[in-house]
């Protein structure tokens, strides 16, 4: 028989994973869907599951020394609506899904769905966001690149959940978000583009590259970003097509129901040349 | 007395916009059962044999056994059968319909029938022809023969799903010794034409009512017979209410759509004159032709689309092939060939190094020209006075201006087009036969006994609009049930844009002949019954005469932006400019616009639905991408009044004539965007990409 729990706080949610293993919702928002039913018949849950909507003690949102804290069952809604939230992470969240989902979904779902193209996820690779997990008996803050292993595949033990996912606030003078749906809004991305750079007297300081939907997990190479570091704005752009080069290698998309591999390889490194020829 | 255009509210508007108005999947009956339908794993295989599981007490398999009468759908041939016997031709095709309380039980029971298949080679594409259609005007041999220069192209054009907000459904029940059917349908006797056939009924065996319809587009003109067959024999055996509601994912698997098609377009000219043209069109009807002829029929008419070509080879083939059927949708084969129409007048210009404005205008359609089934344009023609108003408003001329360093490419595009308003040639008298009734009871009560439907394009409003304003009563003495085939005549289908010129018009004269007696207590009933103008002349098996008894015009301006990065397309504005008579309800019009317009334009560069396998790829509103109003982008729409003498008020068509522009439009705005010819819809990203990919393009 297949349980369903609603758990009065975190600790005792924990209580309960400690001995079972459950499937975990918060907003629903992909869970429902993948579970979908005939209509007037339950949702086909055919695992443990528990429902953490109603944890107040994962609902929160605060900016803590130069950083975001955002606990797991906050909406995004909510969170662009918080004047500290990176304007990045506002940018994707404007532009996911419908109104009435985002006042459901959340980071923490995002980041547990493990989806190539979960929307928020390349924006937390660009910020080198932490995901605090927490066991029963345990607690450990990951970074989110180490977190995702694969296409819905993540480090997090069955006894455990998402907290709390940890932003630090970064300075950039020129950010840019594309997310390539098939329309303007409600849709999946075919491909998505996040790039950040911080330039200060004609130098660039910091660049940050990632890549959504493209590759098994956010493609973000760390390698690459520090091989430019320290250039000029013009030696930077010079090198356009080395840097075209360098990604492409990395660009290794699927074709599907809603795209192809050509297109959304040529889109993903056009926007890359978009954005170092308009820096 | 008021103009009839002036708007009014719509009659259903409250109970639709407050949610009271009752959908069949609302409607909960004492004892009722669920039904699902059991389908092929297969693509084309032969059944060698089925094994149903032991049911329970209270639960049923309905299957090809139980049918009394013939195993097909009545619908124009004796081709597509109602329960698959020993062959399957599509995938997902129905074999039963298991009937029970609990929906759980009955999906066990589903997941337990094993039916052992002999799996043969699928056909997909342009290969296996079931009709074939010919004709010709003129002497296209001489314009060959004179001519200097070819110019061919081949157009494609694929599937489009209706996406009506309701699901296909349907509740059945046994009563006073009927079957009866309560349907979100569009044609009400073709359901009980098609039920009546399937169980080898009297006539009156049979009712069929129609429950608020959320959403047709077509998707429900013929489709619902097949459902209704299905859910009458269950009711016919069990004797009990039975509800059969598609889930989205079964019903844009296994239903009707529009059909892909491949036309060869072939222009024979001479010191820049277009001496002839030869139109070639497939398209593919998947597994069973259902009204795929009569699809291929109206897009082998349209082949000139506005314009007039005096000499003409016309040749067309319906395509089987072992995907779901496909049918009726808003426009009915028109969509296609416009399409193909407009992009190719621009190639040809673009060939012959010609402003696209001025070939359109020398060819453009006049009254007294001859159709391309050689009939001839009876009534006055006003598209250049339609298309001064819109260049005008639209400021035609200066709507693009390069500009390099945008991130943008920018594009404007315009279709010129027309509709052929209700049924192919004389299709009227000899299929449909509309007749409508008015009945005056002695409260003062005008009801309005047809079978049109009110899916949306607000029928009722207008059909109540043209008796109040004859009989000079108010809308409120006016009542227009939801036809119920137990006490309405057959006033034929809601379909083919036929419904305010041929069914309003009926009742139009019906309510004339009211007039006189409607100061009298008493009752009355009036009765009129379709007659064909004398001077339609249709020969159907040659394609020659007059196609339609009048036609509705547009032209459509589309100004979009596509991306240089992503080669996504921005529609930035959309002016439109229609003639369809006269309106009879100004907004009424206007919404049909706006939605036919946005449903076009979808059409022509969004909606992308394809079969991979013979399996559709594209089957939840999530992959399905068709606009949102995001996507929307300002709409201008105009009306010009030409009334057409034996319409009410003047009234031609207007449903399916918004949408036929969109698509030609849209496209040639991205063609002029990127400079490059586009040749298929819809014009997506991915196929931009590969346009600016091609060098030689």
Known sequence: MVKHIIPNSLSEALDYMSKDEYKIVSGGTDLMVQKRAWAETPPKFDQNTIYIFNLMDLKYIKKENNKIIIGANYPVEKIKDFKSTPILLKKAIEIMASPALRNLATIAGNIGNASPAGDTLPILYVHDALVKIVSKNNSRIVPINEVILSVRKTCINKDEMIKEIIIPILEFTKTSFVKVGGRKADAISKTSFTGAVNVKDGIVKDIRIAFGAVNVTVVRKKEIENKYKGLSVLELQSRINEILNDYEPFIKPITDQRSNKDYRKQVSLNLLKEFINNL | ?697
């Open chain 2, 1 to 697: 007395m008021t103009d009839i255009s002036k708007t009014i509210k719509k009659v259903d508007s409250d109970e639709k916009a407050t949610g009271k108005a009752v959908y069949v999947s609302d409607i909960k009956m004492d004892g009722m059962l669920y039904a699902k339908t059991f389908r092929s794993k297969h693509q084309h295989a032969l059944i060698k044999s089925i094994k149903y599981p032991k049911l329970e007490e209270g639960y049923y398999i309905i299957d090809h056994n139980d049918i009394k009468g013939k195993n097909f759908v009545k619908i124009i041939f004796e081709d597509m059968v109602v329960f698959a016997d020993k062959k399957v031709n599509y995938y997902l095709e129905p074999i039963a319909l298991v009937v029970g309380k609990d929906k759980l039980i009955i999906e066990k029971i589903i997941n337990e029938i094993e039916v052992e298949y002999e799996v043969l080679e699928p056909v997909y594409g342009y290969v296996n022809s079931e009709i074939n259609y010919h004709f010709t005007k003129g002497n296209i041999e001489r314009a060959k023969m004179d001519s200097e220069k070819t110019i061919e192209y081949t157009y494609d054009t694929g599937y489009q799903e209706q996406l009506y907000i309701e699901p296909q459904g349907m509740i059945g029940y046994f009563e006073d010794n009927q079957v009866v059917l309560n349907g979100s349908i569009q044609c009400p006797y073709y359901v009980k034409n098609a039920v009546v056939s399937i169980l080898g009924s009297d006539d009156d065996y049979v009712r069929v009512i129609q429950a608020t319809v959320g959403g047709a587009f077509g998707g429900k003109e013929e489709f619902p017979s097949l459902l209704a067959c299905h859910l009458a024999l269950a009711v016919d055996k069990i004797k009990k209410p039975i509800k059969l509601i598609y889930e989205r994912e079964e019903d844009m698997e296994t239903t009707t759509k529009r059909h892909p098609a491949k036309i060869t377009l072939k222009a024979y000219t001479k010191n820049n004159k277009i001496l002839g043209m030869s139109s070639n069109v497939a398209i593919d009807g998947g597994a069973y032709i259902g009204l795929s002829g009569v699809v291929l029929s109206r897009a082998l008419i349209a082949s000139t689309g506005a314009y007039t070509i005096d000499n003409l080879e016309v040749t067309g083939d319906v395509f089987l092939t072992n995907t779901v059927p496909n049918g009726a949708f808003r426009g009915f084969g028109a969509p296609q060939m416009l399409f193909a129409v407009e992009m190719f007048i621009h190639h040809i210009a673009k060939d012959l190094n010609i402003d696209p404005l001025v070939l359109r205008r020398q060819y453009l359609a006049k009254q007294g020209d001859a159709t391309s089934t050689s009939g001839k344009f009876r009534d006055p023609i006003i598209m250049n006075e339609m298309l001064k108003t819109i260049l005008e408003i639209s400021d035609y001329k200066k709507l693009v201006k390069p500009n390099l360093k945008s991130k943008y490419y920018e594009g404007v595009g315009m279709s010129w087009f027309l509709h052929g308003c209700g049924f192919t040639g004389s299709g009227e008298a000899t299929h449909i036969k509309a007749v409508v009734k008015l009945k005056k009871t002695k409260d003062g009560l005008v009801h309005i006994l047809i079978a049109a439907v009110d899916m949306g394009q607000g029928v009722k409003t207008t059909m109540k609009k043209i008796v109040a304003n004859i009989l000079n009563i108010p809308i409120e003495k006016v009542v227009y049930n939801n036809p119920d085939t137990n006490f309405v005549p057959d006033s034929g289908p809601t379909v083919a844009s036929r419904t305010i010129m041929i069914v309003g018009g009926l009742v139009a004269r019906a309510a004339l002949k009211l007039k006189k007696h409607y100061r009298h207590l008493d009752e009355k009933t009036v009765t009129e019954t379709f007659k064909q103008p004398e001077y339609i002349k249709w020969d159907e098996e040659n394609f020659k005469g007059d196609a339609y008894p009048a036609y509705s015009w547009g032209i459509n301006i589309v100004k979009v932006e596509v991306d240089k990065a992503t080669y996504q397309v921005n529609l930035k504005n959309v002016w439109s400019i229609y003639d369809v008579g006269k309106a009879i309800d100004e907004q009424i019009i206007l919404g049909q616009a706006d939605g036919g317009t946005m449903q076009g334009l979808g059409y022509g560069y969004l909606e992308v639905m394809n079969a991979v396998d013979g399996k559709i790829a594209q089957k939840n509103v999530t992959d399905y991408i068709i606009p949102t109003s995001v996507d929307t982008p300002d709409m201008e729409t105009y009306l010009m009044d030409n009334p057409y003498p034996l319409g009410p008020y003047g009234a031609k068509g207007a449903g399916e004539l918004t949408l036929v522009g969109g698509a030609p439009a849209v496209a040639l705005a991205i063609e002029n965007a990127i400079g490059k010819k586009v040749y298929k819809i819809p014009v997506t990203p991915e196929y931009i990409m590969e346009l600016m990919n091609d060098d030689e393009n």
